[in-house]
């Protein structure tokens, strides 16, 4: 499992990757397939986030400002071994 802490870069892996699972500072975890990003140029808040499709129609986004964590099962890593 590959655990990722920097926003930007857990959006990018999780482009290359397609699925994951991200974590607030509130504790909620929202995992699925990547569906879109916005930087904060795109994003009309001025907050960069991630869209992810958590179930077939919905989408939950991730914003960089809630952001704790990324993680990515089974694409490497020290947690992925054994298996």
């Known amino acids: ?3 990722e802490t920097d926003f930007k870069k857990a959006c990018r ?3 290359q990757h397609g699925c994951g699972a991200f974590y607030t500072d509130e504790g909620a975890m929202v995992s ?3 569906a879109n990003y916005e930087s904060e140029t795109d994003s009309s808040n001025g907050i960069a986030n991630v869209s ?4 077939p129609g919905t989408i ?3 914003y960089e ?3 704790v964590r990324a993680t990515f099962p ?3 890593g020290a947690d ?3 298996r």
Do not use: K
């Open 1 to 3: 499992m590959h655990v």
């Open 13 to 15: 892996y999780f482009l």
């Open 32 to 34: 699925g397939d990547f």
């Open 52 to 55: 992810i499709l958590t179930a």
């Open 60 to 62: 939950q986004d991730v």
């Open 65 to 67: 400002d809630d952001f």
């Open 74 to 76: 089974g694409t490497g």
């Open 80 to 82: 992925d071994t054994g």
